[in-house]
């Protein structure tokens, strides 16, 4: 079992910046892929970056690629989500995963419960 706790959520406002956090206890860390999710009202949950278990490859979708970063510390066991130049879209719940890897959400077991992170104009 791997439990995940996300932390960092907030309001702030269009153009700002954001760190999202990520705390895993549980299996060893650093055998799992990480990612991170979204959901914004009356929408699906979304893929946004996902991470390699060793850190060396990372992957975004296109709609955050170039204004967020996707990094994790195993020795903390950790990962953490940089959002910078931040849009009103990127309003949503935000969810740390861990597993398999990869952009779909089938492909991740495990899941933290969610920080909010609100983008105003």
């Known amino acids: 079992q791997v439990q995940l706790v996300e932390s960092g959520g907030g309001l702030v406002q269009a153009g700002g910046s954001l760190r999202l956090s990520c705390a895993a206890s549980?299996?060893?860390?650093?055998?799992?892929?990480m990612a991170w999710f979204r959901q914004a009202p009356g929408k699906e949950r979304e893929f946004v970056s996902a991470?390699?278990?060793?850190?060396?490859?990372?992957a975004y979708a296109n709609s955050v690629k170039g204004r967020f970063t996707i990094s994790r510390n195993n020795a903390k066991n950790s990962e953490y989500l940089q959002m910078n130049s931040r849009k009103t879209e990127d309003t949503a719940v935000y969810y740390c995963?861990?597993?398999?890897?990869?952009?779909?959400?089938?492909?991740?077991?495990?899941w933290g419960q969610g920080t909010q992170v609100t983008v105003s104009s």
């Open positions: 549980g299996r060893t860390f650093s055998n799992y892929a």
């Open positions: 991470i390699k278990g060793s850190g060396a490859s990372t």
């Open positions: 995963a861990a597993d398999l890897g990869g952009w779909s959400t089938r492909r991740y077991g495990y």
